[in-house]
């Protein structure tokens, strides 16, 4: 029983504190802060900008496709957030340098559409732009999210009401009835596409106290892959989750034997001089 008062204690004095920053400070946009858990940016020059305890792959093993799960996400109806996770955890996997990731989403539409306006007779002769280039996928991923809210308020304000030290903060016991605890699980089943094996698979969770004044939140949710993500706390948490679900999944994934890649991306190589790549060797083409 000291144990919890003394927890309850350390919670509503870490409310107030919060309060105090949120209802002051100056107010001024910083390119590069806020955002969530998954960040920055993956291509030639390897994962950017990641968060720090992202896990990596020295070389990636195989091509892999992440495909909607057809079941949907359990995700707040008010939270305005986009529809999917998906392009989240596409950057976590291309930045990790795992896996070559290919397109299953609006990027192969614009390819199909491309090759039809091509057939229409649109498109001029000869183009760069030709048939039968795409690369495979052999392996897809598929995530899962189910998002949960708990209204921890009203206990915690009953507790506050009972210690005269905090009883007599003025518009404590108010703050404290807003109060919730927000919580993301999250799973990313790997299969692979030849033989239909799911090959690894990783669950991964997130939680958070949401202060309910001015977006304040306790909780490991630090420094946005899109709108909706970065700019939430819902979204914050969701995405500290699968970057959780990917550093679990990763660790299965290092030792799975690599598959036969395709051609490197080609690339100037850093010095302005086109650099193609050698064919025979693209293990480590989007992991320099």
């Known amino acids: ?31 590069g802060e806020g955002g969530s858990e998954i960040s920055g940016s993956a291509g030639p020059a390897g ?9 990596r792959c020295d070389a990636p093993v195989a091509t892999v496709a992440l495909l909607e799960n057809p079941r949907g996400y359990v995700m707040p109806s008010a939270a305005n957030l986009p529809p999917t996770p998906v ?9 990790s340098g795992c896996f070559r990731v290919v397109d299953r989403a609006g990027g192969l539409q614009g390819t199909i559409r491309e090759g039809e306006l091509q057939d229409a007779g649109v498109l001029r002769p000869n183009g760069t732009v030709e048939k039968r280039k795409g690369y ?30 905090l009883r007599d903060i003025a518009g404590l016991a108010g703050v404290a009835e807003q109060v919730k605890f927000k919580e993301a699980q999250t799973a990313l089943f ?26 304040v939140v306790l909780g490991r949710l630090g420094g946005g892959a899109g709108a909706g993500w970065s700019n939430t706390n819902e979204g914050k948490v969701i995405a500290a989750a699968f970057l959780h679900a990917h550093n679990q999944l ?7 034997q690599a598959k036969a890649l395709p051609p490197p991306v080609a690339t100037t ?19 320099r």
């Open 1 to 31: 029983m000291h144990h919890t008062k003394a927890g309850t204690v350390r919670a509503a004095i870490a409310i107030a504190a919060a309060l105090a920053l949120a209802a002051c400070g100056e107010k001024k946009t910083e390119l």
């Open 47 to 55: 994962g950017q900008n990641a968060h720090a305890s992202l896990e």
């Open 87 to 95: 392009p989240l955890v596409r950057l976590l996997m291309q930045q």
């Open 136 to 165: 495979e996928a052999q392996y897809t991923m598929v995530p899962n999210l189910t998002f949960s809210e708990q209204d921890a308020g009203r206990g915690l304000a009953g507790i506050i009401a009972m210690i005269p030290m």
């Open 190 to 215: 790997l299969t692979d596409n030849e033989t239909t094996e799911q090959v690894a698979a990783a669950t991964g969770s997130a939680r958070a106290t949401d202060l309910g004044v001015g977006g």
């Open 250 to 256: 990763v660790q299965q994934v290092r030792l799975l």
């Open 269 to 287: 190589g850093g010095n302005g001089h086109a650099n193609s790549g050698k064919k025979g060797d693209s293990r480590t083409a989007d992991n």
